[in-house]
């Protein structure tokens, strides 16, 4: 558990994730999948997921995984602050809390699939490379064509290698 100011920093339980799939709906942009996947996520993923909540309310949260094929690296599969409190520099926050866990010991290497209307989320991954000291290369990841739906494409922001201060 992590506070910063009025915001407290830490990790998901399944719980948690009927109250994502509530804040998705209402945070607008992110895509709202199931309730179940968010409650899955957060059961099998816990380790890697954050909530930040000021008052016991939930303003924001990091939903991620390690790739079985890929133990150096997490993924992120969604990021989500509340509208009233984006641009203050939680989004940076949420990410350095998910890194400091436990769960990400291992990892050098944080990817997010981003699509190119999403301005906002390629300038958080991006701050988040510089403030890191670190790079993001932007990869082809899923183009439109992969989905069954109307569906932009995905690219793949590999952000590393994450260098840990020393100990
Ligand atoms: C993307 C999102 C999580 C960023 O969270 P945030 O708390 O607002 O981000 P921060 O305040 O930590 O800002 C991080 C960087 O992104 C930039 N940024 C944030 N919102 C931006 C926007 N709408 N347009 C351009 N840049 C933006 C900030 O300026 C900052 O960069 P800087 O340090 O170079 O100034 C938030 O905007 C959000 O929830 N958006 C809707 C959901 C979404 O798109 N999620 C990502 C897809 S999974």
Redesign the pocket.
């Known amino acids: 558990m992590s506070k910063d100011g009025d915001i407290l920093y830490r990790p998901a339980t399944p719980v948690d994730g009927a109250h994502m799939w509530t804040f998705v709906q209402e945070?607008g942009?992110?895509e709202l999948n199931p309730s179940y996947a968010y409650i899955l996520l957060c059961q099998h993923f816990g380790d890697t997921c954050v909530v930040a909540e000021r008052d016991g309310e939930m303003v924001?949260f990091v939903l991620a995984y390690i790739p079985p094929r890929q133990p150096d690296t997490v993924f992120?599969w969604?990021?989500?602050?509340s509208r009233a409190?984006?641009?203050?520099?939680?989004?940076?926050?949420l990410l350095r809390y998910l890194l400091a866990l436990d769960g990400c010991r291992n990892v050098r290497y944080l990817e997010?699939s981003?699509t190119p209307s999403?301005?906002?989320?390629q300038?958080?991954f991006r701050?988040f490379a510089?403030?890191s000291n670190t790079s993001c290369r932007k990869l082809p990841f899923f183009p439109s064509e992969f989905f069954p739906d109307e569906h932009e494409s995905e690219h793949l922001y590999r952000i590393g290698p994450i260098v840990w201060p020393e100990a």
């Open positions: 945070a942009v992110l924001g992120v969604q990021v989500g602050v409190t984006r641009g203050k520099g939680v989004g940076i926050r997010a981003v999403n301005k906002a989320s300038s958080l701050a510089r403030k």
